[in-house]
T-cell receptor, first 116, second 114 residues
Framework: SQQGEEDPQALSIQEGENATMNCSYK?????LQWYRQNSGRGLVHLIL?????REKHSGRLRVTLDTSKKSSSLLITASRAADTASYFCATDPRLSYGGSQGNLIFGKGTKLSVKP | DTEVTQTPKHLVMGMTNKKSLKCEQHMGHRAMYWYKQKAKKPPELMFV???????INESVPSRFSPECPNSSLLNLHLHALQPEDSALYLC?????????????FGPGTRLTVL
């Protein structure tokens, strides 16, 4: 079943600009992760943010999490042509007793195109 | 070595064929996953193996049969597939079967069923 929904579905920007992608989800979560996928290739893990965290940074990436709105955003600053890829959020839904199923549920993804 | 390898890269098979996809990792990870990804869609979980035992089977049709011969290898046996099974099949592994563990993905096998 699908949990996360990213928007926009597609984003086209110029090199050097910032790119912001959003992810909304439906149920309470234990954590949320962002992955990147180059065309037709495997996914690469970018960053994990736990439900009790509000913001995390990794290099040019900044992730925020608002559990009250059930949403997260991924900001890529000073984008490069090499950032062109699809970006997926993946959530770990919290079970009724507070536990984890263990597996992730991926959102639909945002396709980012960075033009040189 | 943080690499997950998958073979073959591409596979074309008829509906009566039997074939296998292979996945290998040497990171000492104890959880391994099969995902199916259709074009412009997110990956969908098919199977999870934890400590070489099948932990999750997401109601996958029996024409897909997973096998975990040892902690480094994961196979997906294919038989009597349908054209709608054409997709990118991704293998992943993680340290353990915990959602906080980073999943490392292989490059995938592009499967076409004629």
């Amino acid at each position: 079943s699908q949990q996360g929904e990213e928007d926009p579905q597609a984003l086209s920007i110029q090199e050097g600009e910032n790119a912001t992608m959003n992810c909304s989800y439906k149920t309470s979560i234990n954590n949320l992760q962002w992955y990147r996928q180059n065309s037709g290739r495997g996914l690469v893990h970018l960053i994990l943010i736990r439900s009790n965290e509000r913001e995390k940074h990794s290099g040019r990436l900044r992730v925020t999490l608002d559990t009250s709105k059930k949403s997260s955003s991924l900001l890529i600053t000073a984008s490069r042509a090499a950032d062109t890829a699809s970006y997926f959020c993946a959530t770990d839904p919290r079970l009724s007793y507070g536990g984890s199923q263990g597996n992730l549920i991926f959102g639909k993804g945002t396709k980012l195109s960075v033009k040189p | 070595d943080t690499e997950v390898t998958q073979t073959p890269k591409h596979l074309v098979m008829g509906m009566t064929n039997k074939k296998s996809l292979k996945c290998e990792q040497h990171m000492g990870h104890r959880a391994m996953y099969w995902y199916k990804q259709k074009a412009k869609k997110p990956p969908e979980l098919m199977f999870v193996y934890s400590y070489e035992k099948l932990s999750i089977n997401e109601s996958v049709p029996s024409r897909f049969s997973p096998e975990c011969p040892n902690s480094s290898l994961l196979n997906l046996h294919l038989h009597a597939l349908q054209p709608e099974d054409s997709a990118l099949y991704l293998c992943a592994s993680s340290q353990d079967f915990r959602s906080t563990d980073t999943q490392y993905f292989g490059p995938g096998t592009r499967l076409t069923v004629l």
